[in-house]
Antibody, heavy 114, light 113 residues
Framework: EVQLVESGGDLVKPGGSLRLSCAASGFSFSNEWMIWVRQAPGKGLEWVGRIKSKAHGLTTDYAAPVKGRFTISRDDSKNTLYLQMNSLKTEDTAVYYC?????WGQGTLVTVSS | DVVMTQSPLSLPVILGQPASISCRSSQSLVFSDGNTYLNWFHQRPGQSPRRLIYKVSNRDSGVPDRFSGSGSGTDFTLKISRVEAEDVGVYYCVQITHWPPYTFGQGTKLEIK
């Protein structure tokens, strides 16, 4: 069974940092391009960024609102995806999902507030 | 960036009746390989999204055949032949032809009338 389990969400002050993790199982993680999507409270889905597989160069791309502040990485030996979030803003408050688009995690809540 | 525009944004439907959601893109979604990378997702209240349709018209495993996707170029449609109670929630289209970024539609909220 394909599973994606996010963790690391928390309450953090503006300007702070947080690292989210996503543990994957049930599929060939190393071959998949992995994506982070977020959803602010009561709002729609917003693409955050994506990391390609090692075979495709581990290239990362980011949405404009997070570029330069967020970093996506992966550890294929641990089947784990990461999202390092720095210089957090109140508008980053959202549920963060890791996904392949065919599979989704349950999400982890990040709240940025003083 | 490609802008995805869904309509309607709110869709009240009587149980057993059909429903249709439109998704229009600001530019053609045909990729250089000839494929069109337009997906549809459904998100029930309090749940994670679930993909229903990929590449315009391909249903994901386990998706009931009352769901169908169609369209080409810049104009796409998700149809539900007979709405059931479990179909409530928000439906999103997303394009992954032109990236970055992948872009979602605003979402269409389906409710039972």
């Amino acid at each position: 069974e394909v599973q994606l389990v996010e963790s690391g969400g928390d309450l953090v002050k503006p300007g702070g940092s947080l690292r989210l993790s996503c543990a994957a199982s049930g599929f060939s993680f190393s071959n998949e391009w992995m994506i982070w999507v977020r959803q602010a409270p009561g709002k729609g889905l917003e693409w955050v960024g994506r990391i390609k597989s090692k075979a495709h160069g581990l290239t990362t791309d980011y949405a404009a609102p997070v570029k330069g502040r967020f970093t996506i990485s992966r550890d294929d030996s641990k089947n784990t995806l990461y999202l390092q979030m720095n210089s957090l803003k109140t508008e980053d408050t959202a549920v963060y999902y890791c996904t392949t688009f065919s599979a989704w995690g349950q999400g982890t809540l990040v709240t940025v507030s003083s | 960036d490609v802008v995805m525009t869904q309509s309607p944004l709110s869709l009240p439907v009587i149980l057993g009746q059909p429903a249709s959601i439109s998704c229009r893109s600001s530019q053609s979604l045909v990729f250089s390989d000839g494929n069109t990378y337009l997906n549809w997702f459904h998100q029930r209240p309090g749940q994670s999204p679930r993909r229903l349709i990929y590449k315009v018209s391909n249903r994901d495993s386990g998706v009931p055949d009352r769901f169908s996707g169609s369209g080409s170029g810049t104009d796409f449609t998700l149809k539900i032949s007979r709405v059931e109670a479990e179909d409530v929630g928000v439906y999103y289209c997303v394009q992954i032809t032109h990236w970055p970024p992948y872009t979602f539609g605003q979402g269409t909220k389906l409710e039972i009338k």
